[in-house]
């Protein structure tokens, strides 16, 4: 099985990268470099055809997290841990005229500096630490390439500092142009060549995942087939359709099977069904038969082990397709994902869980998973945990009434408050404003 790596780096540290590839194993690595790690998002525009994404450290794959979020990509990074600042710190002491006197460090984590230097017995009296921890956890230290550099000139400046180590190919380049003695933080090859295999076993992942059963249904929506005047009329549309899901398929391994007069149902991978959503194929098929046919059209599509889970999961997306009373897809996974409607604002919700919490809010109010983790998602897309009963039956497409329900139930075990209410008109009733107390 050949993994197609693409290697985010340095130009200066793609050399160790190549050179920790074992020759025999099954990569093929495509390098992409930048010389300010801010630009590994926009490179991520330039990569075609990979499995997974290997970054040369975490900046890179921070700056690029966003948009990895967006192609669902698989991609690790070679980590900065307690080893990268034991070997730069021996190194230094070997090397380095005066040692570890008066040195100026950047890192991610500044507790990995503090915990070598307790682990080895030494006194950091004379060096100046900073880190910028946002980088690989949520709400640390905020990173500012400018404001990095300023740190080791102003220490090199006033004489505190003698030497720099960055974890910043970019800050390296500056200050050797500033005439600042410094290094980088020295990677071991084991870091690198761990985050090798790591990269190789979610490549093997991910080909193991497009190679899954998919199944897809496409039918009539049943409003419509009660419309039509002559049988002709629904013959027509179904050719239509099948026109148009032989035109989707072309391109892949899918093959399609007619079930009934309104009823076509589409074998085919993972990977093949996921590239046609990615492309917006899927909703072109269901525009150009609305055009040409004037009909309704619900499409289910599910993943699964076996044929018999991916039908059995397209048919609960078929289930939610219907309930929009339009033009509609949805998908559902094999870990029972629900993805829907399938368009550029897809919604995703879970009909399983293994969120011991998740789990013990919908036990002890009655309610289902699906309900929990669709309230959950629906608070984490929004900018504040605030919203009405209103707010909420619209996302979850159900009545206001059921909407009312759902809370009732859910404040009744205090899983939700009342934090206030609003006036969206001058005359009616005030709305009640809730607040999801989950973190």
């Known amino acids: 099985m050949l993994i197609k790596i693409a290697a985010i780096s340095s130009e200066e540290f793609l050399p160790r990268i190549l050179k920790n590839v074992n020759a025999d194993a099954?990569?093929?690595?495509?390098s992409y470099t930048y010389q300010n790690p801010k630009?590994?998002?926009?490179?991520?525009?330039?990569?075609?055809d990979c499995d997974v994404l290997l970054f040369a450290g975490p900046l890179p794959y921070f700056f690029a997290r966003d948009k990895i979020e967006?192609?669902?990509w698989p991609a690790v990074y070679i980590p900065f841990d307690e080893y990268t600042i034991s070997l730069s710190l021996f190194h230094t002491m070997l090397n380095v005229e005066g040692g570890l006197e008066h040195i100026s460090i950047d890192m991610p984590k500044a507790a990995y500096i503090a915990k070598v230097a307790e682990e080895l017995d030494l006194q950091p009296t004379s060096w100046h630490v900073t880190d910028y921890s946002e980088i690989v956890e949520d709400g640390g230290t905020k990173f500012d390439v400018e404001e990095v550099i300023r740190f080791h000139r102003e220490h090199w400046e006033?004489?505190?500092?003698?030497?720099?180590?960055?974890?910043?190919?970019?800050?390296?380049?500056?200050?050797?142009?500033?005439?600042?003695?410094?290094?980088?933080?020295?990677v071991p090859d084991?870091?690198?060549?761990?985050?090798?295999?790591?990269?190789?076993?979610?490549?093997?992942?991910?080909?193991?995942?497009?190679?899954?059963?998919?199944?897809?249904?496409?039918?009539f929506h049943q409003?419509?087939?009660?419309?039509?005047?002559?049988?002709?009329?629904?013959?027509?549309?179904?050719?239509?359709?099948?026109?148009?899901?032989?035109?989707?398929?072309?391109?892949?391994?899918?093959?399609?099977?007619?079930?009934?007069?309104?009823?076509?149902?589409?074998?085919?991978?993972?990977?093949?069904?996921?590239?046609?959503?990615?492309?917006?194929?899927?909703v072109q098929v269901l525009e150009n038969v609305e055009q040409l046919s004037k009909v309704t059209v619900t499409m289910g599509f599910g993943f699964g082990l076996t044929a018999k889970e991916a039908e059995a999961n397209a048919r609960i997306a078929i289930y939610h397709a219907r309930k929009q009373n339009e033009n509609s897809a949805y998908l559902v996974t094999d870990e029972k994902e629900v993805i829907g409607p399938v368009n550029a604002q897809a919604k995703t919700f879970q009909l399983k869980s293994e969120n011991k919490t998740i789990l013990e809010i919908a036990e002890k109010t009655g309610s289902s998973v699906a309900t929990i983790n669709k309230l959950v998602q629906y608070v984490r897309l929004r900018r504040d945990n605030r919203f009405t009963a209103t707010?909420?039956?619209?996302?979850?497409?159900?009545?206001?009434?059921?909407s009312e329900r759902t809370l009732k139930k859910l404040i009744d075990h205090q899983v939700v408050e009342v934090i206030g209410e609003e006036q969206p008109y001058q005359q009616g009733r005030p709305r009640a404003v809730y607040r999801l107390n989950y973190q």
């Open 26 to 30: 099954n990569i093929q690595m495509k």
């Open 39 to 48: 630009e590994s998002a926009a490179i991520l525009d330039l990569v075609d």
């Open 70 to 72: 967006q192609k669902k």
């Open 158 to 186: 006033k004489q505190e500092s003698k030497f720099a180590l960055t974890g910043v190919d970019y800050v390296h380049l500056r200050l050797r142009e500033l005439g600042i003695p410094c290094a980088p933080l020295i």
């Open 190 to 219: 084991k870091n690198i060549r761990d985050a090798i295999n790591q990269a190789v076993a979610f490549g093997q992942l991910k080909i193991s995942k497009n190679s899954q059963i998919a199944v897809g249904i496409a039918t």
């Open 223 to 282: 409003q419509e087939r009660a419309s039509y005047e002559t049988e002709s009329q629904m013959q027509d549309a179904a050719i239509i359709l099948l026109q148009e899901l032989l035109e989707l398929v072309k391109e892949t391994d899918a093959s399609i099977q007619k079930l009934g007069m309104d009823q076509f149902i589409i074998y085919g991978t993972r990977g093949s069904i996921e590239q046609m959503i990615e492309y917006g194929k899927i």
């Open 391 to 402: 707010d909420l039956a619209d996302y979850l497409q159900i009545s206001r009434r059921s």
